[in-house]
């Protein structure tokens, strides 16, 4: 249930960035990595109950997923992770061992206002 914390972090961002009291929010796009555990359901869920009442109300809420980094120790081949299927141990060029790296981030990215 972290979405309802994210939710709230998020809005209160936009918020306090708007130019002036008349401004109104009307999309905001968020980007978490793969591995941030981020559900968009819940996320917009809970966004949308926050925004009533405030400049946000109605605001679009987009959610950008980015991939994870498998980077082989062996032959630096890097290959990304969408977190669909199982992670590759493996490197499916010459058999090293995969790193993980990335996957993780979790930020507001824009914020579109009109007044």
Known sequence: MH???IAQAVLDTA????????????????????????????????????????AAEGACLRLVIEPAH?????????????GDGRLALQCSACGGFNRLEGG??????????ES
């Open 3 to 5: 979405e309802a914390a």
């Open 15 to 54: 918020l306090e960035a708007l130019p002036d009291k008349d401004s109104r929010i009307t999309a905001i796009t968020v980007v978490a990595g793969v591995l941030a555990g981020v559900e968009e359901e819940c996320l917009t869920a809970y966004f949308n109950e926050l925004c009533k009442c405030t």
């Open 70 to 82: 498998l980077i082989c120790k062996e032959c630096d081949k890097q290959t990304n992770y969408a």
């Open 104 to 113: 993780k981030a979790l930020y507001l990215d824009s914020v579109e206002v």
